[in-house]
């Protein structure tokens, strides 16, 4: 057997998981220029993530008992396949929206039809993708390989804020309708169809006995935690209850933590166009930077920082969420774009500990028979916060600029004090380790 990180099947299959963080990631960096441009309601242009998240929480876990049936290599198809077709319907009713031939209210009507595409579909090939990975690696290479591919959801989060502002683009031809902020939707649909051809020419017809997991929403703010890796290695003999006793509070401090994260990351956004008093367009490469600013720390804190200071999840929570605190005050009351990138990186930072500490917090509470169980808990809780918290977010900041920011400070204060006096240190030789 080749070694997984050279085998082009697996470079395949990473590059399907980088595409659909990359592509999502893209649209929402983009997504409040335009809502600003076609003079939609912020929680309007809020609300259409919320639906997609949904709905891909939903579907996930249906795709992923679904592919031990209908085959990896279809499931795989299916989610690249609605990841490309989503976007290029984006792309279409943002494009009409831009030239005027949809009022604002048709255009985020359909545009919201499309995501709900993706939301369906998407979800069917992270699943699907882990099990193929898992049924060519050996036990020994397993949680590696699928830690590696779970990486492309990371990288992604960078890359696609990153990109995102270069992908905006002109007429067709002097005079011409407009392509503009439509054109990362396009981009990406491009690039998802070279990857369904790619993946429909070249991934072998095999089909691995592994189970593959489902996998937590790819959002702004949404850094892997390495739950699903969990959820699809580990045996699951006993089953966990969300409000068992031994995991309740570390759900608590998951699903309030999660939320304050996501209306943060949702409203950055528009708060990049109002404080630096710009055109939507001209905000597009300054809340890029932010953005990656924001996700470059969080993978700083999980994959360097983490292992460097060998704290426990009790210690990655407590800390992870002050840092997190001042973070968020800094966002909501800096005036500049220096401040403000400043401030969601150190917020991005300390989330980037907290959610790791309630991954291994959650798993060491546990004896070994249910990592599975609480492993699938700690992904639905990560995705589960990106139904609501963005349009929680946007709504708060539609009644004050600093109050999304201010209240996520006031929340991670109070979950400080919340988890000093109910969190136990726990036998680090149980579950999984916090770096996961």
């Avoid at 009022?103 to 993708?129: E, L, N």
């Avoid at 939707?185 to 998802?192: D, E, I, L």
Wanted: proline share 6%; with cysteine.
């Amino acid at each position: 057997m080749k070694p997984v990180r050279t085998d082009l099947t697996f470079a395949l299959l990473f590059m399907v998981m980088l595409a659909i963080a990359m592509g999502n990631t893209a649209l929402q960096t983009v997504l409040p220029a335009l809502g600003r441009r076609l003079g939609a309601p912020d929680t309007v242009v809020a609300g259409v993530f919320s639906v997609s998240a949904l709905l891909w929480v939903v579907a996930a876990p249906y795709w992923a008992n679904r592919s031990d049936r209908q085959g990896r290599r279809a499931m795989v198809l299916l989610g690249i396949g609605g990841f490309t077709i989503s976007l290029f319907l984006c792309g279409m009713f943002l494009f009409a929206g831009i030239n005027g031939w949809l009022a604002p209210f048709a255009t985020f009507a359909g545009f919201i039809c499309a995501r709900a595409i993706y939301g369906i579909f998407g979800s069917a090939a992270p699943p699907a993708v882990q099990a193929l990975v898992a049924g060519r690696t050996t036990r020994d290479e397993r949680t590696k390989a699928l830690t590696l591919l779970a990486s492309a959801f990371g990288l992604g989060t960078i890359l696609g804020p990153a990109i995102a502002p270069y992908l905006v683009l002109g007429h067709f031809w002097s005079g011409g309708p407009e392509i503009g902020l439509a054109g990362p939707a396009f981009v990406f649909s491009a690039f998802g169809l070279a990857i369904w051809i790619s993946v429909s020419r070249y991934l072998p017809r095999i089909e691995a006995p592994a189970h593959g997991a489902a996998t937590a929403y790819p959002s702004i703010g949404g850094q892997s935690s390495g739950a699903s890796v969990t959820a699809a290695t580990a045996e699951r003999s006993e089953i966990i209850g969300f409000f068992d006793s031994r995991v309740r509070t570390w759900i608590i401090i998951g699903l309030v933590m999660g939320h304050a994260q996501a209306m943060t990351g949702q409203a950055i956004g528009f708060l990049v166009i109002d404080r630096l008093a710009v055109d939507p367009v001209s905000a597009l490469e300054p809340t890029g930077l932010v953005l990656m600013m924001g996700a470059g720390s969080a993978l700083l804190a999980q994959w360097g920082l983490i292992p460097l200071l060998d704290l426990k999840p009790r210690a990655l929570a407590l800390w992870g969420l002050g840092i997190a605190a001042l973070g968020c005050i800094a966002t909501g009351t800096a005036t500049s774009l220096y401040g403000i990138a400043l401030g969601y990186a150190l917020a991005s930072l300390g989330f980037g500990f907290a959610r790791p500490g309630f991954t291994a917090g959650s798993s060491l509470a546990v004896g070994p028979e249910a990592q599975g169980s609480i492993a699938g808990k700690v992904t639905s809780v990560n995705g589960a916060a990106f139904v609501l918290g963005p349009s929680l977010g946007v709504g708060l900041y539609e009644l004050w600029r600093p109050l999304p920011y201010l209240t996520a400070a006031l929340v991670m204060a109070a979950l400080v004090a919340y988890a000093f006096f109910n969190l136990r240190s726990s036998d680090p030789g149980r579950g999984a380790s916090p770096a996961q």
